[in-house]
């Protein structure tokens, strides 16, 4: 990444921490996205994607999918502190994906986790993350889908947020192979899009 621009830098693990602990409290809505790893994968699909958005086109839908609820901060210095933590994570991924896309790699492959079963719960929260991202633009997402080679992309994906009863017939084998797989599924879907959409050479 070349931008020395400070609102384009990924967050540390600090600020990484400081931003999870938000998202995992009780100041946040019900139904919003829970966790760094759902953020990541959710933010992840916005970029990828066909649709360009502007921060008010997601940031809303993060909290809640009916834009109605919205985060009770404690003060409006911890609101400009998370909101920019939230907007530099997008704008760190926005970059990586225009001047080096074939770096990238998803928050689960980024950052330790204290054992395999919580590793696993990262992995089914991002993908479930960025299936979310997806529904931003559903219908501008269906030529991929229509596709039969590109729609095997998002495939490991999908099994992996468990939305389908797939998941319960893979081994454990399966699952890391499927979960190895996802960080070049992403960099096909944007090539897919923003690419020539020629796939056979990344596959090859």
């Known amino acids: 990444m070349n931008s020395s621009d400070p609102s384009m830098q990924p967050l ?3 600020e990484l921490s400081t931003l999870e602990q938000f998202l995992v409290s009780e100041q946040t809505p019900p139904d919003a996205l829970s966790s760094l790893e759902m953020l990541d994968g959710y933010m992840t699909a916005a970029a ?21 609820l919205t985060p009770k901060f404690s003060s409006p210095e911890e609101a400009t502190v ?15 994906f225009e001047d080096e896309p074939e770096e990238y790699q998803p928050l689960f492959d980024r950052v330790g986790y204290e054992s395999d ?3 696993k719960l990262a992995v089914e929260e991002w993908a479930m993350g960025f299936i979310i991202g997806m529904e931003l633009a559903y219908d501008a997402w269906r030529p991929l889908f ?21 998941f319960d017939h893979l081994t454990d084998k399966e699952i890391a192979e499927l979960t190895e797989s996802v ?4 960099i ?3 090539s897919f899009w923003h690419g020539d959409g020629d796939l056979s050479e990344e596959e090859e």
């Open 12 to 14: 540390s693990l600090d």
């Open 48 to 68: 990828v994607g066909p649709q360009v958005f502007e921060v008010d086109d997601w940031y809303a839908s993060m909290w809640d999918q009916e834009k109605e």
């Open 82 to 96: 998370i909101s920019e933590l939230i907007v530099r994570h997008n704008n760190s991924i926005t970059v990586l």
């Open 117 to 119: 079963e919580v590793r």
């Open 146 to 166: 229509d596709d039969e080679e590109a729609a095997v992309l998002s495939m490991s994906i999908f099994m992996l947020s468990k939305v389908s009863d797939d």
């Open 183 to 186: 960080a070049e599924s992403v």
């Open 188 to 190: 096909c879907i944007h």
